[in-house]
C-alpha cells in the first residue's frame, strides 16, 4: 500500500506546471474582468460568451452608486474608476502573463479589499480567489508567457 502511494504521490509531482499556471491565471482573471465589465458601458468583451462591443469605455451610471450604497465604499466617486480600470487592467496582464506576479499582487489587495469592507461573509469564495493568485505570486506564470518569453530572450 505504502508503494502505491509513493506512485501516485510521483506520478502528481510530474504533473507539468506551466498549464496549471495557465489555468489558474485565465480563470482568476475572468472573475475579475467579468466584474469590471458590470462597472463600464461603451466596451463589452466576453470571448467565452459571445459578447462584443467595441467602443471607449467609460463608467456605467449605476457604478458609483453601486459603491456608495451596496459597498459602503469612502469615496465611491474616486473608488468606483479604480475599482473598474484594475478590473480590466490586472486581469489583461495575468493573460498575457506580462508583470504576473505583480498583477496577482495587486488583485489579492484587491481581493483583501473585497473580503474585509465589502462582503466578508464571502471568505470561501475569496480565499480560493486568494489562493490561485498566491500561487502566481509564489511559482510566476508558467512557461506559456511574456514573463517566461521575456526571461528567456534576456
Given at each position: 500500500m505504502?508503494?502505491?502511494?509513493?506512485?501516485?504521490?510521483?506520478?502528481?509531482?510530474?504533473?507539468?506546471?506551466?498549464?496549471?499556471?495557465?489555468?489558474?491565471?485565465?480563470?482568476?482573471?475572468?472573475?475579475?474582468?467579468?466584474?469590471?465589465?458590470?462597472?463600464?458601458?461603451?466596451?463589452?468583451?466576453?470571448?467565452?460568451?459571445?459578447?462584443?462591443?467595441?467602443?471607449?469605455?467609460?463608467?456605467?451610471?449605476?457604478?458609483?452608486?453601486?459603491?456608495?450604497?451596496?459597498?459602503?465604499?469612502?469615496?465611491?466617486?474616486?473608488?468606483?474608476?479604480l475599482a473598474a480600470t484594475a478590473e480590466h487592467l490586472f486581469p489583461l496582464l495575468l493573460l498575457l502573463g506580462l508583470g504576473t506576479r505583480f498583477a496577482a499582487l495587486a488583485l489579492v489587495g484587491m481581493t483583501l479589499t473585497i473580503q474585509l469592507f465589502v462582503y466578508p461573509g464571502a471568505y470561501p469564495t475569496h480565499g480560493t480567489w486568494a489562493a490561485l493568485l498566491l500561487v502566481l505570486v509564489a511559482q510566476g506564470p508558467g512557461r506559456v508567457s511574456l514573463d517566461a518569453w521575456i526571461a528567456r530572450r534576456y
Open positions: 505504502v508503494k502505491f502511494i509513493h506512485r501516485c504521490i510521483a506520478l502528481c509531482q510530474r504533473i507539468p506546471y506551466s498549464p496549471i499556471a495557465l489555468l489558474a491565471r485565465f480563470s482568476i482573471a475572468a472573475v475579475f474582468w467579468k466584474s469590471g465589465q458590470t462597472k463600464v458601458q461603451g466596451f463589452a468583451l466576453d470571448l467565452i460568451g459571445g459578447e462584443f462591443q467595441l467602443g471607449w469605455p467609460r463608467l456605467s451610471d449605476s457604478a458609483i452608486d453601486l459603491f456608495r450604497d451596496e459597498y459602503h465604499m469612502p469615496f465611491p466617486q474616486l473608488a468606483a474608476p
